[in-house]
């Protein structure tokens, strides 16, 4: 816990400052300074918008009677890209900016979700896997598990009637 509050709170900042002295010293003060609250304001009117725009999203999926489960992570996403935005510093900025885009946002969701998904398969046990008959009419089946290319091969028929 002590490591994440010496990174958090003092080697972050140590770092947005040096970076913010480099490009200060660059293209000077002024500019630095406009460029910092250009993209908090950038930041706070891309927040809204996207925001307004997936929760439409997540909206029109729970009409359809599907989970809003990429829109809500998109949410979270946005809300942190805004946040990360608002805080002075190119580099939370960068973040941020790279949050608010899009398509890389709904790539991250997707994965986050890919992973969650996968991490509740591993822990109920349940493998996640493509399955084929080998021929029309033949009572063979093969498994071939999508997280460790493994194959179960087996036969199946119908339960026997008491």
Known sequence: MLKIFVVVFILVPLFELYVLIEVGSVIGALPTIFL?????????????????QVMQEAQLAMAKGEAPEQQVIEGVLIFLGGALLLLPGLVSDTLGLILLVPPLRAAFARA???????????????????????????????FKSTQDGKIIEGEWGEAPKK
Request: hydrophobic share 50%.
């Open 112 to 142: 986050w979700l890919r992973r969650v998904a996968q991490q509740r398969a591993a822990r109920s046990g349940v493998v996640e896997a493509e399955w084929q008959v080998k021929e029309a009419g033949a009572k063979h089946i093969e």
């Open 36 to 52: 910092t609250v250009a993209t908090a304001i950038l930041g706070a009117w891309l927040m809204r918008h996207q925001g307004l």
